[in-house]
């Protein structure tokens, strides 16, 4: 079983609605959880990270961590066609320093 | 902003050559990571540094060696380019380990080995 799991998609939206993407995680005392978007071709952007249990907002963009059933998430509101990429969860596990572990990236797709 | 730059977008190599990345930071991060990223694959640590002249093992070390000299660099090395090296070598950066510091990437480096 993989550190950090995510499904690899595609996950297909309309346009204008929410995805969700999910993201579980072995339990190792982990720290921080952070996401990543990647287009095509590109380098992982970081877009967001959440620390404590709960949810964060962040425009359009929402993490939601729950540590106790060891899952985080994103979501993303009113999808837009700009927004379909590869989003990729990593996790920072204690006393790891700067590393981080990444899932396998799900792919987004958000139809006109 | 973070800005983390890599020498080449696209390189293309011949079996045998040696080749460098090159990877430069102008944040004053003490960490610097080396991945490769293929399809089905995901991200897979090659090399990393937590200062300069240090360096450790990522998970796949085995074709490749690093240098960190400079504090602001960190340098990418295929002895012997073989075919299955062809990939997009992803370099990133990042301070030293306190809870919300993460890594930030370069643009990418595709390689191609003929």
């Known amino acids: 079983q993989k550190e950090v799991e995510q499904n690899s998609g595609p996950l297909s939206v309309p346009e204008g609605a929410i995805a969700s993407l999910n993201c579980t995680y072995s339990?190792?005392?982990?720290?921080?959880f952070f996401w990543y978007r990647q287009y095509s071709g590109k380098s992982p952007e970081l877009i967001m990270s959440?620390?404590?249990?709960g949810d964060k907002e962040d425009g359009r963009f929402t993490a939601q961590l729950n540590k106790a059933s060891q899952y985080v998430s994103l979501l993303i509101r009113d999808s837009q066609p700009s927004d379909s990429a590869t989003y990729l969860c990593?996790?920072?596990?204690?006393?790891?320093?700067?590393?981080?572990?990444f899932g396998g990236g799900t792919r987004l797709m958000v139809k006109p | 902003d973070v800005k983390v730059t890599q020498s080449s977008r696209y390189l293309v190599k011949r079996t045998g050559e040696k080749v460098f990345l090159e990877c430069v930071q102008d944040?004053?991060?003490?960490?610097m990571f080396w991945y490769r990223q293929d399809p089905g694959l995901g991200l897979r640590l090659i090399y990393f540094?937590?200062?300069?002249?240090?360096?450790e093992k990522g998970d796949i070390p085995e074709g490749y060696s690093v240098s960190r000299e400079k504090k602001e660099r960190f340098s990418l090395i295929l002895e012997s380019a073989s075919t299955n090296q062809t990939s997009m070598y992803l370099c990133?950066?990042?301070?030293?380990?306190?809870?919300?510091?993460?890594?930030?990437f370069g643009p990418g480096t595709r390689l191609t080995v003929l």
């Open positions: 990133a950066s990042g301070p030293s380990g306190s809870r919300t510091d993460t890594q930030y």
């Open positions: 339990d190792r005392g982990s720290q921080s």
């Open positions: 959440i620390y404590s249990n």
């Open positions: 990593a996790v920072k596990w204690n006393n790891a320093g700067n590393m981080l572990t």
């Open positions: 944040m004053d991060h003490e960490n």
């Open positions: 540094s937590y200062d300069v002249k240090m360096k």
